[in-house]
Nanobody
Framework: DVQLQASGGGLVQAGGSLRLSCAASGFTFSDYAIAWFRQAPGKEREGVSAITPGDGSTNIAQSVLGRFTISSDNAKNTVYLQMNSLNAEDTAVYYC??????????????????WGQGTLVTVSS
């Protein structure tokens, strides 16, 4: 069975950092695109960043460009989202998702087939 386990969320002060992890199992990691989405209260889910571990290509939303970095450890079948300079607008539940795309696409979210359970990031101002 395909499983995605997101972790690393928590409470952090504005300006701080967190690293989220998405541990994947049940599929060939290098054949898929893995993306991070987030959903803040009362808002639609939005794509944050994506990666195709097979070739290392990445994509990132303008709203987090220069602050967030996505990476993968193919030996561990894990994707990371390093989040720096966090602000209150980054408060959301963060989800990792996977689908068999050949490019690191982030949109639309409904095209991603597999989803992790989400991890809450709260940034206090």
């Amino acid at each position: 069975d395909v499983q995605l386990q997101a972790s690393g969320g928590g409470l952090v002060q504005a300006g701080g950092s967190l690293r989220l992890s998405c541990a994947a199992s049940g599929f060939t990691f290098s054949d898929y695109a893995i993306a991070w989405f987030r959903q803040a209260p009362g808002k639609e889910r939005e794509g944050v960043s994506a990666i195709t571990p097979g070739d290392g290509s990445t994509n990132i939303a303008q709203s987090v460009l220069g602050r967030f970095t996505i990476s993968s450890d193919n030996a561990k079948n894990t994707v990371y989202l390093q989040m720096n300079s966090l602000n209150a607008e980054d408060t959301a539940v963060y989800y990792c998702a996977a689908s068999r795309f050949s490019i690191p696409t982030m949109a639309p979210s409904y095209e991603y087939r597999y989803w992790g359970q989400g991890t809450l990031v709260t940034v206090s101002s």
